[in-house]
């Protein structure tokens, strides 16, 4: 979406769409998978168990935390992750409110 349209949305809007947007893309899905079975890891383990480069795996890492769903700290030579439940219980509740405001009903018209 251009930079341009975005003030026709409310400031919710635009910020769930980030979210979604980051959320849309299967690596970064199993990278958070990942980090909820295991509470932490580093990016070393994630490269074995998902396949992917490491670059690749950076790559997702950032785009993951420059949203603050997941947050690292430094040990040594590599940087452990793990969610940010404030981020996460966040986005959650924003994605429960849209889902939770469908009242499903019959529609003829559709």
């Known amino acids: 979406m251009g930079v341009t349209k975005s003030d026709l949305f409310t400031e919710t809007q635009n910020e769930l769409a980030t979210y979604a947007k980051v959320l849309a893309h299967p690596a970064r899905i199993a990278i958070i998978q ?8 580093c990016n070393s383990i994630l490269v074995g168990d998902l396949g992917l480069a490491q670059a690749t795996i950076s790559q997702h ?4 935390k420059n949203i603050g769903i997941i947050q690292g700290t430094v040990e040594g030579v590599s940087v452990n992750y793990c969610i940010n439940s404030e981020k996460w219980h ?21």
Do not use: D, G, V
Request: glycine share 0%; charged share 25%.
């Open 34 to 41: 990942y980090l909820l079975r295991t509470n932490t890891c």
């Open 61 to 64: 890492l950032k785009e993951l």
């Open 90 to 110: 966040y986005i959650k509740e924003m994605l429960f409110e849209l889902f939770e405001s469908y009242e499903s009903q019959n529609c003829s018209n559709c």
